[in-house]
């Protein structure tokens, strides 16, 4: 197999309207697609840990049709659980975007209320250099931010 890209990458919320105050308010992405889908039969009955009856999924993007894209679900009226995991548990810890200007985002989003575990500083080299840093979305989940050379 050979993969031509990520298409995307899904993450399933507590409250989509308040991810959406976040990731659409504050990071400046644009929703493509909002919808309720039945998941009650067919095949995502059977990638569910438990019954839901419906999902609202909400698509994200920076440009139309461009990829990857952010896949944001919730489950409306039933309780989600599960806890964000860190970088040092099993499971997908954390997503990333590559942004031109690192230190003016970091700034943006600190002045917005956002917030960057250990603060700015802990993300800094010793020659003052900043490569990428994590925030927490209003769900705990990580994000991170890099400059294309944080691997």
Not at 10 to 32: E, H, N, P, Q
Not at 97 to 106: I, K, M, R, S
Not at 120 to 130: D, M, P, R, S, W
Request: proline share 4%; aromatic share 8%.
């Amino acid at each position: 197999m050979k993969a031509r890209s990520i298409s995307h990458i899904a993450v399933c919320v507590r409250d989509l309207d308040k991810s959406l105050g976040f990731y659409r308010d504050i990071l400046g992405m644009t929703v493509s697609m909002d919808a309720v889908q039945d998941t009650s039969t067919g095949s995502r009955a059977y990638t569910y840990k438990h019954r839901r009856a419906n999902r609202r999924v909400v698509h994200l993007g920076w440009e139309e049709g461009q990829e990857p894209f952010l896949v944001m679900t919730c489950h409306p009226g039933d309780q989600t659980d599960g806890e964000p995991i860190k970088l040092d548990q099993v499971g997908v810890s954390h997503f990333s975007f590559t942004v031109d200007d690192l230190p003016g985002l970091a700034e943006e989003l600190a002045a917005k209320g956002v917030e960057i575990p250990g603060g700015i500083e802990a993300f800094t080299n010793a020659q003052g250099k900043l490569n990428s840093f994590y925030v927490l979305d209003p769900d705990g989940i990580l994000v991170q931010f890099d400059n294309g050379n944080a691997a």
